[in-house]
Every structure is written in structure tokens, then in C-alpha cells.
């Protein structure tokens, strides 16, 4: 499978500990969002990196919330001290080029905060 | 503000009866609206977007700017259309970048 990979696809985890999730994206697109899913409602954005450069974060993205792309590829999201209300399914979507082309998604990482 | 509604969580129907899936959106500037579809076990894949006016597996939506409207429509639904269906509207980001705001999006079942 060529497309975006998220790992891991769920991940169980008591409240006050730290996760990381990893996204790698297709390769050679530039652009990487994260998305935050909770249910009965659509996707939510959180951050935008342009290759390395983290040029955009939601409100949504607390302190707490920490998210790199180090070399312009794979990215990953951290979560730190979890709570509750961080339960939810975290999708990564890569795009390529300028303007509004396609935005390709993973499959996501379920995270549930017990 | 910028906003998507889709205003129906679950749309039941019949196989061969024809669909509509409402989508409104709020949006200051000139709009891009685009469709996407979740099907059981598998990841959001974009359906279809407006500029590009095409028809993906006899669905078919029209950017309404008088309504604010992109509503999806396809005559003759069929089983294997059952999925879930989210409208986005791209908005810029700093950098000529775009983001995409979801609605909450509508579950089509299709009964044979």
C-alpha cells in the first residue's frame, strides 16, 4: 500500500500519560495535515506543515500538543498528559504541489483515554 | 465564520431510488467545496470537487452561490453507494496553503 500510513491504528492509554503518533506520508508530497475526529462529527484540523515547517495550528491544539516533521517526510503528533476529552480518531492526510489539489488521508490512529 | 452543514446524520433509501445529500457551508470568499466518502473499513477518499464539474460513479454536485448549497445528487442509488459522505470546504491557509472544514457528515444506506 502506497498511501498514507498511520501507526499505531489504535492505542489505549491512561489518563496522564504521553502518546505519539506517527504518520508517514506518500512520497515526495510536501504538504502534511493532521486532523482530529471525534464521533458524529466530521474531521477537524489541527497543524500544516509544508515540508518541514509547521505553518499552521489550530486552537483546537492546546500546549499539550506537540507535533514535528523533522526531515520533511514522516510526522509525528504527541500528545502529553492525556485527558479524556483526547479520545478520538487522529487522521493524517499529504498533498503535493500549490493550490487546491487532492488531499490523500490514512487510515487514522484511534485513541482512547481511560 | 467559516462553517459546513450537512443537516442529515442518516438518509435511508431504497436501491434505484434517487439520492440527494444536503451540504450548506458559510465562507466569506469565493468558495471550493468538495465531497468525500468514507466506506466501511476503508479511509476518507475525495469523491468528487466542484471545479472540476465531473460525475464519479453517477454522482454529480452543484455550487450554488445564491443558496450557499453544494448538494450531492445521483438518480439511481445502489447498495454499494452505502457510506458515509463528507462535505469540506477548502479555506486558505498563511502561504496560499488550504485547509479543509468538514461538515459532520451524512450516512447513506442504500436497501436492496
Known amino acids: 500500500d502506497t498511501g498514507v500510513s498511520q501507526n499505531p491504528r489504535h492505542k489505549i492509554t491512561k489518563r496522564g500519560q504521553n502518546v505519539t503518533f506517527r504518520c508517514d506520508p506518500i512520497?515526495?508530497?510536501?504538504?502534511l495535515y493532521w486532523y482530529r475526529q471525534t464521533l458524529g462529527q466530521g474531521p477537524e484540523f489541527l497543524t500544516y506543515?509544508?515540508?518541514?515547517?509547521?505553518?499552521?495550528k489550530s486552537r483546537l491544539l492546546s500546549d499539550r500538543f506537540s507535533a514535528e516533521r523533522p526531515k520533511g517526510s514522516f510526522s509525528t503528533l504527541e500528545i502529553q498528559r492525556t485527558e479524556q476529552g483526547d479520545s478520538a480518531m487522529y487522521l493524517c492526510a499529504s498533498s503535493s504541489g500549490t493550490g487546491n489539489t487532492e488531499a490523500f488521508f490514512g487510515q487514522g490512529t484511534r485513541l482512547t483515554v481511560v | 465564520a467559516q462553517r459546513v452543514t450537512q443537516p442529515e446524520k442518516l438518509l435511508s433509501v431504497f436501491k434505484g431510488a434517487p439520492v440527494e445529500l444536503k451540504c450548506n457551508y458559510s465562507y466569506s470568499g469565493s468558495p471550493e467545496l468538495f465531497w468525500y466518502v468514507q466506506y466501511s473499513r476503508q479511509r476518507l477518499q475525495l469523491l468528487l470537487r466542484h471545479i472540476s464539474r465531473e460525475s464519479i460513479k453517477g454522482f454529480t454536485a452543484d455550487l450554488n452561490k445564491g443558496e450557499t448549497s453544494f448538494h450531492l445528487k445521483k438518480p439511481f442509488a445502489q447498495e454499494e453507494d452505502s457510506a458515509m459522505y463528507y462535505c469540506a470546504l477548502s479555506t486558505s491557509l498563511s502561504g496560499g496553503y488550504n485547509k479543509l472544514i468538514f461538515g459532520a457528515g451524512t450516512r447513506l444506506a442504500v436497501h436492496p
Open positions: 512520497s515526495e508530497h510536501n504538504r
Open positions: 506543515f509544508q515540508n518541514e515547517a509547521q505553518l499552521e
